[in-house]
């Protein structure tokens, strides 16, 4: 029956405490360095705030039944989650494929981090992903892609890793667990940022890694353990509370980057658009076998940098900044980060204000437009 249910009501199931009478139907955080030892000296399943807490446990499981995996382990952020994996998996000598086209913090910290230690760091665009898997032990792949929205078909790539025994690592934040699900296509990890759209209020950072294999998550685990990059008890809390609630903030934000996807796809001042929701989306076919929700984010690129500005100074409800996934619409202009895009290119991450307020609100701040289309 379980199977059945929507992206709402699994949400909220995700987050409901164990029906226990006299108990908070959503547990408090647990905000303990230091817990009281038993006599025995055993290893107790809570000891030290490094090692456990009763809220990390919760949201993981949590996030471990949306990403449908057998465990999670959660993080100070997403970053935090994905350099954790990438320091248990891609050891000197071995080769590693990062997204040429996905986060650019990802690039910068296998440049600077791990081939300065001996991996071979080799960059490849979602379309290049399997000729590049064969020849590497690790890759990690991120789809959509971030900022481009291009999409990788997971499914086969899966395969062609199985098949030389390389360990696939996706990267799940642009479509969240309720777009997509890349373990159930043979991912081996998925990592993620909880900051964006499952968390969805701009005020908390965090991460995550998930999987079935036990021995990969334990290793993941130990490298936990041993370097430090925790989530506090009370932000593990905040992405909890907020969890039940990411069904409907997405269904919302998909319904919006859909509409706006369409209406700027069509207008003069927009000089191409980016979201694989759309039929004539280069990404489309891959993306409708594999992706249940097309996600929140639209890519645009105007005329330029000032083209940009000028969108949302004339908008009432564009908030210009940074990140992703948060109840308001914002607009980032990718360039200014380091990202390899035009000057006028932008990401828009809708939010979950009324659809035709925002269509509406988009038109009037773009104008009439004087760019002719190149798609």
């Keep these: 029956m379980s199977g059945t249910y929507g992206d709402s009501t699994r949400s909220v199931k995700a987050v409901a405490s164990e029906e226990i009478p ?201 490298e936990r353990l041993h370097a430090g990059p925790i989530l506090g008890a009370f932000e593990a809390w905040l992405v909890l509370r907020s969890l039940g609630s990411a069904g409907l903030r997405f269904e919302r934000q998909c319904q919006n980057a859909a509409a706006v996807a369409l209406m700027m796809r069509d207008h003069p001042a927009v000089r191409s658009v980016r979201y694989p929701g759309l039929a004539d989306d280069p990404s489309h076919g891959v993306a409708a076998k594999q992706m249940r929700r097309f996600g929140g984010i639209v890519s645009v690129e105007l005329a330029d940098a000032g083209a940009v500005h000028d969108l949302v100074a004339r908008s009432e409800l564009l908030v210009a900044s940074t990140s992703f996934g948060g109840i308001h619409t914002s607009v980032d202009r990718r360039a200014r980060w380091g990202d390899r895009v035009a000057d006028g290119f932008a990401r828009i991450s809708l939010g979950i204000e009324d659809t035709d307020d925002l269509v509406k609100d988009l038109q009037r701040a773009l104008g009439p437009g004087t760019t002719t289309p190149s798609r």
């Design 22 to 222: 006299g108990q908070p139907v959503i547990a408090p955080p647990v905000p303990a360095a230091t817990y009281h030892l038993s006599a025995d000296e055993g290893d107790a399943l809570d000891s030290y705030g490094r090692k456990s807490n009763p809220t990390w446990r919760r949201l993981e499981s949590a996030l471990a039944a949306l990403e449908g995996a057998a465990a999670a382990l959660c993080f100070g952020s997403g970053m935090a989650a994905l350099t954790a994996v990438l320091r248990v998996l891609a050891e000197p000598g071995r080769t590693l494929v990062v997204p040429a086209d996905g986060y650019y913090q990802v690039r910068a910290y296998a440049e600077e981090f791990l081939a300065p230690r001996g991996v071979t760091v080799v960059e490849a665009r979602c379309a290049e992903m399997a000729e590049a898997a064969a020849r590497a032990d690790v890759v990690l792949a991120e789809t959509p892609s971030n900022p481009e929205l291009d999409v990788v078909d997971l499914h086969q790539l899966a395969m062609d890793c199985r098949s030389r025994g390389t360990v696939l690592v996706v990267d799940n934040t642009t479509a969240t667990p309720l777009g997509q699900q890349p373990l159930s296509l043979g991912a081996d990890l998925v990592v993620a940022s909880a900051t964006k759209a499952l968390s969805g209020h701009s005020d908390v950072l965090a991460g995550y890694v998930a999987g079935s294999h036990p021995e990969l998550m334990a290793r993941v685990e130990r």
